[in-house]
């Protein structure tokens, strides 16, 4: 028999605990091998360490409570309470933590995108001066060119373009800005200013 | 050995008949099988978890989890069987769950020696309790449960592997492994 198949044996042959015909082979073959020997001694060793281990056993007092303990226990329901509540109560504040951190980035964008992407009125509130493009509205708005391209998508993007275009058209009619400027009267002029002092106002109460 | 396995069957029909009588509702029944068990158990808790406050506790919660499952008990294994391996489970769960806190607190839980006229030997004595601690606590959750009911509790590998529900075979297997890895860890005690 091979060296491998011996020593797994080894700890039942310490232990007495092996068939007579095992315990033979293995016994025949420790006769003749040192390194097997030498295992079996080790296996040995460690045994008679564990047995050197210093025992425990509670005080009386720990006894005599024992039963009261454990029906004060099933009575109070406390059959759950193992889990180390320090812990749990990291872990709860670090999870809501997270959670009102990630509530909060996600009420923030949406508050952004209510801000700036109004899908009925983009921009209707504003009127834009002659040439002034939608998208530099917003990004006045968002404060950069790269924190509008944050806000919007190339598909947002387009369809503001497309809305820009028909708000020029209606507002200004064919011929423009100026064009549509030059019919108007004093009074006409005024109530457009006005209408425009209103717009900025409540853009900025937006 | 073979006077508890005797012992133990023995008791097994007064067991029996305690959990019939707790059964039938009778609550006192429940108190005596506490007090044949309890001793067995803490020893039990104690080697798996190797702290004397958590065993402690732990070997309550094992009696007052039996409590809420005996009634559904069907005794398809022996009692004890069956509260062995619901201690085994808490204390799994238990070492698994805190696994950490059981290596900062291995630090404290050496255990104090009665103190002899030989202070190296009590430091020697604690250092090993130490180490055996630590290589204990270090064994997967098998082996170790393994290793405890078979080198502590002194059950056979029959029994054991109906605590565990494995094959007397894979119990044999964590043993040798467990005995492996103990003796590697241990080495350097071992002149």
């Known amino acids: ?206 | 050995m073979s006077n508890k396995i005797e012992n133990q069957k023995m008791n097994e029909e007064i067991v029996r008949e305690l959990v019939r009588r707790f059964k039938h509702g009778e609550e006192k029944a429940y108190n005596e099988l506490v007090n044949l068990y309890k001793q067995r158990i803490f020893n039990l808790v104690l080697k798996m978890v190797r702290n004397r406050e958590d065993a402690m506790d732990l070997a309550q919660e094992a009696f007052v989890k039996a409590y809420h499952s005996l009634k559904d008990f069907r005794e398809e294994a022996s009692f004890s069987t069956w509260l062995y391996r619901i201690a085994v489970n808490l204390c799994l769960n238990f070492t698994q769950r805190d696994k950490f806190r059981s290596f900062i607190l291995l630090e404290e839980m050496t255990q104090p020696v009665l103190s002899s006229d030989s202070p190296l030997k009590d430091l020697e004595q604690k250092e090993l309790d130490k180490a055996i601690d630590q290589a204990v606590l270090n064994l997967p959750g098998k082996q170790r449960t393994v290793f405890i009911l078979r080198h502590y509790q002194e059950l056979p590998h029959s029994e054991i592997a109906k605590i565990l529900d494995k094959s007397e075979g894979t119990i044999k297997a964590n043993y040798f492994q467990a005995i492996k890895k103990l003796k590697k860890s241990l080495a350097g005690f071992i002149e």
């Open chain 1, 1 to 206: 028999m091979r060296c491998k198949n011996i020593q797994v044996k080894l700890v039942d042959y310490y232990e007495n605990s092996l068939p007579p015909e095992e315990k033979k082979l293995v016994q025949s073959h420790l006769e003749i091998c040192s390194s097997c020997q030498e295992e079996l001694q080790k296996i040995r060793s460690t045994f008679e360490l564990l047995k050197n281990e210093s025992s425990y056993e509670p005080d009386e007092a720990y006894w005599i409570n024992f039963i009261p303990g454990v029906r004060s226990k099933i009575e109070k329901g406390r059959g759950t309470t193992l889990v180390p509540i320090p812990k749990l109560k990291i872990i709860g504040g670090i999870v809501s933590l997270a959670l009102v951190l990630l509530l909060g980035i996600f009420f923030f964008k949406e508050d952004q995108k209510v801000m700036f992407k109004s899908s009925e009125e983009p921009y209707g509130y504003l009127l834009p001066a002659e040439g002034e493009k939608i998208d530099q509205l917003f990004y006045a708005e968002a404060g950069n060119e790269s924190s509008a391209s944050k806000l919007f998508s190339e598909t947002d993007r387009n369809k503001l373009a497309l809305a820009e275009i028909e708000l020029e058209k209606n507002n200004w009619g064919k011929g423009g800005k100026e064009e549509a400027l030059k019919k108007l009267d004093l009074k006409q002029l005024e109530n457009l200013k006005k209408d425009l002092e209103k717009t900025k106002f409540k853009k900025e109460i937006l």
